[in-house]
């Protein structure tokens, strides 16, 4: 059996209201949604920056260490180098 065919009218139909239906909640400032004055944004700006503190320091770690590699790669280059003119020196 085919479905019958909706008759669009151009407008939606509203649902009827109901006094038992709940009232939408007056939007809160995130300065101001906390307990004990502590505010949704401030716990999400400490988590991030404690994110961000931990990632610096992380990365500053590594920085020192690939300046104590390069400083170790470079010292060892300059022996080579100082090796290599030492032996071709005095010209013959």
Do not use: F, H, Y
């Amino acid at each position: 059996m085919p479905r019958k065919r909706k008759i669009s009218t151009g407008t939606q139909p509203q649902p009827a209201t109901s006094s038992t239906q709940k009232q939408k909640k007056a939007p809160v400032s995130w300065e101001k949604d906390g307990e004990a004055g502590v505010s949704s944004i401030r716990v999400l700006l400490d988590c991030l920056v404690a994110k961000l503190n931990n990632l610096v320091a992380k990365l500053g770690q590594q920085v020192l260490n690939s300046m104590a590699k390069l400083n170790s790669s470079l010292t060892k280059l300059c022996r080579q180098a100082e090796q290599l003119a030492d032996q071709a020196w005095p010209p013959s």
